[in-house]
């Protein structure tokens, strides 16, 4: 596992993680960028997937990314802690790399930061989960967190770098 600053949209991996809204026709953020990125036969394949429920993940082709394949998950939104937001937002790294790991031609999987922007999930608290789902599957998958901002990156540096002591320990 790894972190990164750049732009999901233009990384070489097998897939890269969409946070999707429920309908997965594309929106702002992430979603968005993904969107247009990948062009309209993206939203075409997604209207036939019939939405997905937060916690969940669907997979599509990347078309017109470098990406050969897309992981949709929706994010929860965050209303205090109270909600199961921990739960949920652990089930779209899960799932996701579960999805993914069922997949033969996918090795290598990017994510963005789920739930951290208009969803309001605390930052650190997200990377965290982040980290401690998609550790469990190191075993077929190689893990890149994409990260918006350096500052966001740097978070997960040192939280990977931890993960890792505890790991050796």
């Not at 732009?7 to 993680?17: H, K, Q, W």
């Not at 470098?66 to 799932?95: M, N, Q």
């Not at 031609?105 to 789902?133: D, H, N």
């Amino acid at each position: 596992m790894n972190a990164i600053c750049d732009d999901i949209t233009t990384l070489s991996v097998d897939a890269i993680v969409n946070a999707a809204n429920a309908s997965l026709m594309g929106g702002g953020g992430v979603d968005g960028a993904i969107h247009r990125a990948a062009g309209p036969r993206l939203l075409h394949e997604c209207r036939l997937l019939g939405g997905c429920k937060t916690g969940e993940a669907k997979l599509t082709g990347g078309h017109g990314l470098p990406a050969r394949f897309i992981v949709h998950t929706v994010g929860p939104v965050w209303h205090g802690g109270g909600d199961g937001e921990d739960e949920l937002l652990a089930s779209c790294y899960r799932k996701s790399c579960e999805l993914a790991s069922a997949q033969p031609a996918i090795r290598t999987l990017a994510f963005p930061c789920i739930s951290t922007g208009i969803y309001g999930f605390p930052f650190e608290r997200a990377a965290r989960i982040a980290i401690r789902e998609c550790a469990a599957h190191t075993d077929r998958l190689i893990t890149t967190f994409c990260c918006f901002s350096e500052r966001d990156r740097n978070v997960y540096s040192q939280l990977l770098e931890e993960h890792g002591r505890r790991v050796a320990d």
